[in-house]
């Protein structure tokens, strides 16, 4: 397992935008899949998006609204939601694994996660 550390999270309106990162070692950084995933309250941990040799997302919907992007300079891969919604509260956590995967068990690393919360 390696290290990872994420911040940007917070409290935001409906509509706004956050930006949420998330550090890593070399050579997590760019040999493995890294990937973000949130949890709402009471509700089990599911995928957003991740990078492998591309960007993938979870379905439409985050897609239209939500970017991940890497600098490799830095070894940080970001996460920038747009048009926030209350349904996009929760704790987002940064993970990485061996293979692109949308299952939180194809991750073997993960952080301590961000609080992001969106009031209506």
């Known amino acids: 397992q390696v290290q990872l550390v994420e911040s940007g999270g917070g409290l935001v309106q409906t509509g706004d935008s956050l930006r949420l990162s998330c550090k890593a070692p070399?050579?997590?950084?760019?040999?493995?899949?890294m990937g973000w995933f949130r949890q709402a309250p009471g509700k089990e941990r599911e995928f957003v998006a991740a990078?492998?040799?591309?960007?993938?997302y979870a379905d439409d919907s985050v897609k239209d609204r939500f970017t991940i992007s890497r600098d490799t300079a830095k070894n940080t891969m970001y996460l920038q939601m747009n048009s926030l919604k209350p349904e996009d509260t929760g704790v987002y956590y940064c993970?990485?694994?061996?293979?692109?995967?949308?299952?939180?068990?194809?991750?073997?690393?993960w952080g301590r996660g961000t609080q992001v919360t969106v009031s209506a």
């Open positions: 993970a990485a694994g061996p293979y692109a995967s949308r299952a939180a068990n194809g991750y073997n690393s």
């Open positions: 070399e050579p997590t950084f760019t040999n493995y899949n």
């Open positions: 990078w492998r040799f591309n960007p993938y």
